[in-house]
């Protein structure tokens, strides 16, 4: 939306909208905290409505560019830093913009304040974002892309919760291949941990699973929950032998999950791949270390990473750039399964 005399919407406009001073909207989109919520609600309400973008005073004058993008991580900290996934993400999102002008901010979305992260990117501090993460609410970020190049790693959940640009993986496919591979090893009794189902991941790994099992004939009812943490792999491993003592083949939905499946299997005595045959979803740093080294789906997370930093770059610059990329799984077979 532009202003009457066809400029860009300006800091009063937003102000009149609001029904506040221009003072308090300038903190607002500083990010000032001695703003009440509901008057911040009114002005980011106010902003969104006109397709405001600030203009920082002094930013790069002529091309009104911080030379900033942002990777914005609605997760907890914690899993942040002990899944691999998000390091390769941004290891090639950092190979991607090394030869370009511009940075790098990471941003953790704040447990106490969502709201905090929006502000940062209202406010003027960078050219676009990067959003990674997959669960029901975090594209609500989508509503910011009228001020702001976005581009998300994951598909919505909803596919009515259009995200404008996205780049993914093949999880259905994957997860089918995986659990083929189980059932052409001679498995009858194959089990999943499925990660959570709030997540696109979680409900497209879980499909491919029975997509498989479907069509070899086999039950597919040993289903435990997980949260892609290795902890809730080796807890969901010992509620599946209670269940079924038989279970022959696992798919687990992360790499992390499997490797705690495997800590499980080898507490109560089962051989890997002997007994139970053990196939995860990634192909972490990790998964060629445990023992046994485990087959996984590969997943191209860092190709991932540098496929939506191409894409937000070039959607800075105004260049035509495809709605969705999906990028392919393939097998890798070790000793596992």
Do not use: C
Request: aromatic share 4%.
């Amino acid at each position: 939306m532009i202003g009457s005399s066809g400029g860009a919407p300006t800091l009063e406009m937003v102000a009149a909208r609001a029904g506040v001073s221009r003072a308090t909207v300038s903190r607002v989109v500083n990010g000032s905290p001695k703003v009440s919520p509901d008057v911040v609600a009114s002005v980011q309400a106010a902003i969104a409505d006109l397709n405001y973008v600030p203009n920082r005073a002094a930013r790069s004058l002529a091309s009104r560019r911080t030379q900033s993008i942002a990777l914005i991580v609605p997760e907890s900290a914690a899993k942040v830093f002990d899944d691999p996934f998000f390091a390769s993400i941004v290891q090639g999102i950092a190979v991607a913009i090394a030869s370009t002008e511009y940075t790098l901010t990471m941003l953790i979305e704040s447990e106490v304040d969502p709201g905090k992260t929006r502000r940062y990117l209202l406010g003027g501090n960078v050219d676009g974002a990067l959003v990674v993460s997959h669960h029901t609410g975090d594209h609500s970020y989508a509503q910011l892309s009228g001020s702001l190049p976005l581009v998300f790693g994951g598909r919505p959940l909803d596919v009515a919760e259009s995200s404008g640009y996205t780049v993914d993986v093949d999880n259905e496919h994957g997860a089918a291949m995986g659990t083929r591979h189980l059932v052409e090893r001679g498995a009858r009794r194959i089990a999943t941990i499925a990660g959570p189902q709030d997540m696109p991941p979680g409900v497209d790994r879980l499909r491919g699973w029975r997509t498989s099992l479907d069509a070899a004939g086999l039950a597919a009812d040993l289903v435990e929950p997980g949260d892609f943490t290795a902890a809730s792999g080796a807890a969901a491993m010992r509620r599946l032998l209670e269940r079924e003592p038989a279970v022959d083949g696992l798919f687990a939905a992360n790499d992390q999950m499997a490797m705690g499946a495997l800590a499980t299997l080898a507490e109560t005595g089962r051989s890997v791949p002997d007994d139970v045959a053990v196939v995860g979803f990634d192909d972490d740093r990790y998964a060629a270390t445990t023992t046994p080294s485990l087959t996984t789906v590969r997943q191209p997370s860092s190709k991932m990473g540098a496929e939506m930093a191409t894409k937000l770059v070039r959607l800075i610059a105004g260049q035509p750039v495809e709605a969705e990329t999906i990028l392919p799984t393939e097998l890798v077979v070790r000793a596992s399964a």
